[in-house]
């Protein structure tokens, strides 16, 4: 099967996935704690979501193997006046560049992007004044877990993969979502568009070795120095 | 008479472990030593983690970053430095890094904190990595290291230190101040807990142990890579043993290190994968469904009713 026709499929059996385990898992670990405890149990779930993502590679691992794998996908060089770029980077960068689009637009434009915004900033406030929250989250599962999966589909044309190769993605959406801000996708694309700079550059400045040190030197860096994002608006009252 | 007998209970167990532990070098053969040594070593690791993680509640994902800063330590002055020097330093060394790090650290909150720890020591992981990649060292290998007797009881003191000082904390008036803090820090602070100070000071301490226990595993495994001891399974491990366990006192450790700790010399070997699965269960089915851990269902029905 194309990666373009797998990448739909994909991205639904991905939300479907996030909806069961929203339902399944997420929902039960919500509805036992204290609402002033928000801090311990957003700890709670990092743990249970990589005590999930462990059981899954290894899983994953078992069924077909540990090995790196990859497939050669539309790998002819496209060219536009002096601009060359291989056809499977193009793809990914179209369907990537269109999810973002839409992601922005939806949270950005829609009564539910707001109730979403509403929800992250104040959730038991949201409530009282009608935001449906539990519809709410299971949508933001929903749309998180299918464009993660989509992500998946475009990086599997252009690099080998493993069970094992997700973790690095994962701490790099941690440095975009921390320079970015919550809730705000605009900004989150610019933190990414900068990430994708300081690793580029910085491996070509100093070595392949480095590349690591940068991802999580820049993690650490945004943490620290810009724990409410780079664009961070002062609100707290 | 019905109030003792849990304690005694409790009593007779660490008695038990302490005796066979002690008893294990004069009487097993080198694969029973090294399994009471593995043991040793994550009853040190997850006692020293207990005393930051499970008294703030600020979860550290990267508790691995002392056992191998420990490990680079004992390498690095491989042979330069008496290790009576050596292992005692790299606990010092661990300590001023935690206390270095610390206070920006301690700042960040909730899952925040638990990726920030993770992200620290892969940095710190891939910094020493490149560091050596640099110099030409790929891996090194450490020649005339004592022998197992030796890292064996080396190990089983600083088991006990760790027990001696998790079980110090807590039932220390400073314990108390991390418990007040872990169950509301802005209400903790108004009452006058000295907040910053506390979380700092428990950072420092969980810190120099498992500095120690990397220079000594360091000593044990004779050979080393950046990649071996700066494992992140540790720091999973470390929290597994710990959740499983439950409770906040050196109780709870104990009971996850032997449970988990036996299981995985049974698994590791010939299913690391399957070793591995069950390692992430046990995550989310205690994180989910038993929070307290096996402590928790050990001593409810005694203490009548939850919290």
Same mark, same amino acid.
């Given at each position: 099967m194309s990666p373009l026709l797998a990448a739909p499929v994909v991205a639904l059996a991905g939300a479907g996935l996030g909806v069961a385990l929203y339902r399944g898992v997420f929902a039960r670990l919500i509805a036992r704690s204290a609402p002033a405890q928000a801090a311990r149990l957003e700890g709670n779930s990092l743990l249970l979501f990589f005590g999930l993502s462990i059981i899954v590679q290894n899983v994953v691992a078992l069924a077909f193997t540990p090995n790196n794998r990859a497939y050669a996908w539309a790998g002819d060089v496209l060219r536009l006046g002096s601009v060359a770029m291989t056809g499977n980077r193009l793809a990914a960068l179209l369907v990537a560049g269109g999810v973002c689009l839409g992601v922005a637009v939806f949270l950005g434009r829609s009564v539910f992007g707001l109730a979403m915004r509403a929800v992250i900033e104040r959730r038991e406030a949201a409530q009282v004044v009608g935001v449906d929250v539990d519809r709410v989250q299971w949508v933001a599962f929903a749309l998180g877990f299918g464009s993660a999966a989509l992500a998946g589909v475009l990086v599997s044309t252009l690099e080998q993969f493993s069970p094992f190769s997700g973790f690095p993605f994962t701490i790099a959406g941690f440095i975009v979502i921390i320079l970015g801000g919550l809730g705000n996708v605009t900004a989150g694309l610019v933190a990414a568009l900068l990430l994708g700079a300081v690793e580029t550059y910085g491996v070509a400045l @100093?070595? #392949?070795?480095w590349r690591s040190v940068l991802l999580y030197g820049s993690f650490v860096a945004a943490l620290l120095l810009f724990p409410n994002g780079l664009f961070a608006r002062r609100l707290r009252a | 008479m019905k109030d003792l007998a849990p304690n005694a209970w409790w009593a007779g167990l660490w008695a038990a472990t302490l005796a066979v532990l002690l008893a294990l070098p004069f009487v097993a053969n080198a694969y029973l030593v090294g399994v009471g040594l593995s043991l040793l070593m994550w009853l040190a690791l997850t006692q020293s983690w207990c005393v930051l993680s499970k008294m @703030?509640?600020?979860?550290?994902?990267?508790?691995v970053v002392f056992y191998g800063l420990g490990a680079y330590l004992v390498v690095v002055t491989w042979q330069q430095l008496p290790l009576v020097l050596a292992v005692p330093l790299a606990g010092l060394l661990a300590a001023a890094f935690a206390a270095v790090v610390g206070l920006p650290v301690l700042r960040v909150r909730g899952p925040y904190f638990v990726i920030l720890t993770y992200g620290l020591a892969e940095l710190v992981k891939f910094s020493v990595m490149a560091g050596e990649a640099a110099s030409g060292t790929a891996s090194r290998i450490l020649f005339g290291t004592p022998e197992l007797t030796v890292v064996y009881f080396a190990m089983f003191a600083l088991a006990l230190a760790s027990v001696a000082l998790f079980t110090w904390v807590s039932r220390s008036r400073f314990g108390h101040g991390l418990r007040s803090l872990r169950e509301n820090e802005e209400a903790a602070e108004t009452l006058g807990v000295p907040v910053a100070r506390y979380k700092l000071l428990a950072y420092v301490l969980s810190a120099a142990i498992p500095a120690m226990v990397g220079a000594v595993m360091a000593l044990r495994s004779t050979y080393f890579v950046v990649g071996q001891v700066f494992d992140p399974m540790i720091s999973v491990t470390v929290i597994a043993m710990a959740i499983l366990g439950g409770?906040?006192?050196a109780r709870g450790p104990l009971v996850g290190v032997l449970f988990l700790g036996l299981l995985s010399e049974l698994l590791? #070997?010939?299913a690391p994968l399957l070793y591995m699965i069950v390692l992430g269960a046990i995550l989310v089915v205690f994180v989910l469904l038993v929070p307290d851990g096996l402590l928790g269902l050990f001593e409810r029905p005694r203490a009548g009713g939850r919290r």
């Amino acid at each position: 099967m194309s990666p373009l026709l797998a990448a739909p499929v994909v991205a639904l059996a991905g939300a479907g996935l996030g909806v069961a385990l929203y339902r399944g898992v997420f929902a039960r670990l919500i509805a036992r704690s204290a609402p002033a405890q928000a801090a311990r149990l957003e700890g709670n779930s990092l743990l249970l979501f990589f005590g999930l993502s462990i059981i899954v590679q290894n899983v994953v691992a078992l069924a077909f193997t540990p090995n790196n794998r990859a497939y050669a996908w539309a790998g002819d060089v496209l060219r536009l006046g002096s601009v060359a770029m291989t056809g499977n980077r193009l793809a990914a960068l179209l369907v990537a560049g269109g999810v973002c689009l839409g992601v922005a637009v939806f949270l950005g434009r829609s009564v539910f992007g707001l109730a979403m915004r509403a929800v992250i900033e104040r959730r038991e406030a949201a409530q009282v004044v009608g935001v449906d929250v539990d519809r709410v989250q299971w949508v933001a599962f929903a749309l998180g877990f299918g464009s993660a999966a989509l992500a998946g589909v475009l990086v599997s044309t252009l690099e080998q993969f493993s069970p094992f190769s997700g973790f690095p993605f994962t701490i790099a959406g941690f440095i975009v979502i921390i320079l970015g801000g919550l809730g705000n996708v605009t900004a989150g694309l610019v933190a990414a568009l900068l990430l994708g700079a300081v690793e580029t550059y910085g491996v070509a400045l @100093t070595s #392949a070795n480095w590349r690591s040190v940068l991802l999580y030197g820049s993690f650490v860096a945004a943490l620290l120095l810009f724990p409410n994002g780079l664009f961070a608006r002062r609100l707290r009252a | 008479m019905k109030d003792l007998a849990p304690n005694a209970w409790w009593a007779g167990l660490w008695a038990a472990t302490l005796a066979v532990l002690l008893a294990l070098p004069f009487v097993a053969n080198a694969y029973l030593v090294g399994v009471g040594l593995s043991l040793l070593m994550w009853l040190a690791l997850t006692q020293s983690w207990c005393v930051l993680s499970k008294m @703030t509640g600020y979860v550290s994902l990267g508790h691995v970053v002392f056992y191998g800063l420990g490990a680079y330590l004992v390498v690095v002055t491989w042979q330069q430095l008496p290790l009576v020097l050596a292992v005692p330093l790299a606990g010092l060394l661990a300590a001023a890094f935690a206390a270095v790090v610390g206070l920006p650290v301690l700042r960040v909150r909730g899952p925040y904190f638990v990726i920030l720890t993770y992200g620290l020591a892969e940095l710190v992981k891939f910094s020493v990595m490149a560091g050596e990649a640099a110099s030409g060292t790929a891996s090194r290998i450490l020649f005339g290291t004592p022998e197992l007797t030796v890292v064996y009881f080396a190990m089983f003191a600083l088991a006990l230190a760790s027990v001696a000082l998790f079980t110090w904390v807590s039932r220390s008036r400073f314990g108390h101040g991390l418990r007040s803090l872990r169950e509301n820090e802005e209400a903790a602070e108004t009452l006058g807990v000295p907040v910053a100070r506390y979380k700092l000071l428990a950072y420092v301490l969980s810190a120099a142990i498992p500095a120690m226990v990397g220079a000594v595993m360091a000593l044990r495994s004779t050979y080393f890579v950046v990649g071996q001891v700066f494992d992140p399974m540790i720091s999973v491990t470390v929290i597994a043993m710990a959740i499983l366990g439950g409770g906040d006192n050196a109780r709870g450790p104990l009971v996850g290190v032997l449970f988990l700790g036996l299981l995985s010399e049974l698994l590791w #070997a010939s299913a690391p994968l399957l070793y591995m699965i069950v390692l992430g269960a046990i995550l989310v089915v205690f994180v989910l469904l038993v929070p307290d851990g096996l402590l928790g269902l050990f001593e409810r029905p005694r203490a009548g009713g939850r919290r």
